[in-house]
């Protein structure tokens, strides 16, 4: 196995099976079987399902929890800007690429050195933590919390490792940039929730660089 | 309920759609070094995030050390999915022996 189906295929089981908490929070919040399913097949964009799940969980508006979500959505749309002039996808390979854009696939993608390699972990990664997380979110939706939590198999620092091992090649340059969104992030999610710390986040990207000689 | 999630499941893929279907004369420089950016800031915002945080609130418990071994294992050019699954072990084994 190369090394960029090694990174694709463990960054898809470590954030994969994260699925498991979304199906169990998903049934927890009231959410019937079918549509914590559509959410993971249709929506499969991690922080807008905990989103609009979060919301009805406390109570909201449907209208609040599909802003919400939508809300949540924004940055893949910037990946989907720096991914398209390099995996170029035509036609209907649009959507699908379109679909499988999401915060791992775009990492995966950014963190290898070559260009045929790059593709190729966009795509398994996609594909991977696409089947992954809808097998585990009907785990999770069905077994719930009888499977023990997620943190118990230390899943959540095995996700924590995997974004730091993403994030190593890309540091070069931009480690101020990066010490500067986790300082941020790590901030203000006990003020405004952690979905929209990460949005607030995405300012730190406006603040230009410095180039360096 | 359906309704909502299959309406809000289309308002989420429009931005994922809107990247690959926005003209080309709309991607300028400045919008792919700002992608590129956003790559780096929203990763590092969601290491600290995972590691540091629970249900909105700080917390400091064993993931500080997972991923602390993650990043020492990175230096010292791991592979990969050696270093993911020794930060999962350390974290479980841990949290096993009570901490």
């Known amino acids: 196995m190369d090394k960029v189906t090694q990174t694709s295929l463990s960054v898809s089981l470590a954030t994969g099976l994260y699925g498991i908490s979304f199906g169990a929070l998903s049934s927890a919040a009231g959410l019937d079987l079918t549509s914590t399913m ?9 922080a807008s399902q905990f989103a609009l799940v979060g919301v009805f969980a406390t109570g909201g508006t449907a209208l609040a929890a599909i802003i919400s979500a939508w809300l949540m959505g924004i940055r893949n749309s910037f990946y989907a ?9 035509t036609g209907l390979r649009r959507f699908l690429a379109a ?40 785990f999770g939706a069905v077994a719930g919390s009888a499977i023990g939590s997620v943190e118990a198999w230390g899943l959540d620092a095995a996700a924590a490792a995997a974004f730091l091992g993403l994030l190593w090649p890309m540091l070069k340059g931009k480690l101020p940039l990066a010490i500067a969104a986790m300082g941020i992030g790590v901030a203000l999610t006990p003020i405004f929730g952690s979905g929209a710390a990460i949005l607030l986040t995405a300012l730190v990207a406006f603040i230009p660089q410095r180039s360096k000689s | ?33 700002f992608s590129e950016r956003v790559t ?31 990043g020492v294992l990175l230096a010292l050019r791991v592979p990969f999915i050696y270093v993911i699954i020794a930060a999962a072990a350390l974290a479980a084994a841990l949290r096993a022996l009570g901490f």
Not at chain 2, 64 to 70: D, R
């Open chain 1, 38 to 46: 559509l959410l993971s097949l249709l929506m499969f964009s991690g």
């Open chain 1, 81 to 89: 800007i720096r991914l398209r002039s390099e995996i170029r996808p």
């Open chain 1, 99 to 138: 679909q499988l854009t999401i915060d791992e696939s775009n990492a995966v993608h950014a963190a290898q050195s070559t260009l045929a390699e790059a593709k190729k972990g966009f795509w398994l990664t996609g594909v991977g933590i696409y089947v992954c997380w809808n097998l585990a979110t009907l």
């Open chain 2, 1 to 33: 309920m359906t309704i909502t999630v299959i309406v809000a499941s289309l308002l989420v893929f429009s931005w994922k759609l809107l990247g690959y279907l926005v003209p080309e004369r709309y991607v300028t420089p400045a919008v792919k070094r």
């Open chain 2, 40 to 70: 780096v800031a929203l990763l590092a915002a969601l290491i600290g995030i995972q590691t540091l945080t629970s249900s909105g609130e700080l917390v400091f418990d064993v993931r500080i050390l997972a991923v602390i071994l993650a």
